[in-house]
């Protein structure tokens, strides 16, 4: 089972930038494609962005499309997020976890364990 240790979280101005890891343990995290979620309190769990298990082929919900990159390092068992020109909307905790694409679906969906996740605080 793999175990997730995210950081990077903070507190930027809007337009600012960020950048996220998840450090995996275990050594089946270059199986599995992995994923970032957010979540705010009250609401329901959002997928952000996947990167499939080479890191070839990416993936991005389209509120981040064009202002986020995931990318990933096998060889350190970590996922990164990229954060550019942030909004106060962004604001909220973020999660990486292993994650799938179901048939004819067009948003990816995380399994297994979660981490703690890092608080991201964009100021307007």
């Known amino acids: 089972q793999v175990q997730l240790v995210e950081s990077g979280g903070g507190l930027v101005q809007t337009g600012g930038s960020l950048r996220l890891s998840c450090a995996a343990s275990g050594r089946t995290f270059s199986s599995h494609a992995m994923g970032w979620f957010r979540q705010a309190p009250g609401k329901e769990r959002e997928f952000v962005a996947a990167?499939?298990?080479?890191?070839?082929?990416?993936y991005y919900a389209d509120s981040v499309k064009g202002r986020f990159t995931i990318s990933r390092d096998n060889a350190k068992n970590t996922v990164y997020l990229q954060m550019n020109s942030l909004k106060p909307e962004d604001t909220t905790v973020y999660y990486c976890?292993?994650?799938?694409?179901?048939?004819?679906?067009?948003?990816?969906?995380?399994?297994?364990?979660w981490g703690q996740g890092t608080q991201v605080t964009v100021s307007s």
């Open positions: 990167i499939n298990y080479s890191g070839g082929s990416t």
């Open positions: 976890a292993p994650c799938w694409l179901p048939s004819g679906g067009s948003s990816w969906l995380p399994f297994g364990s």
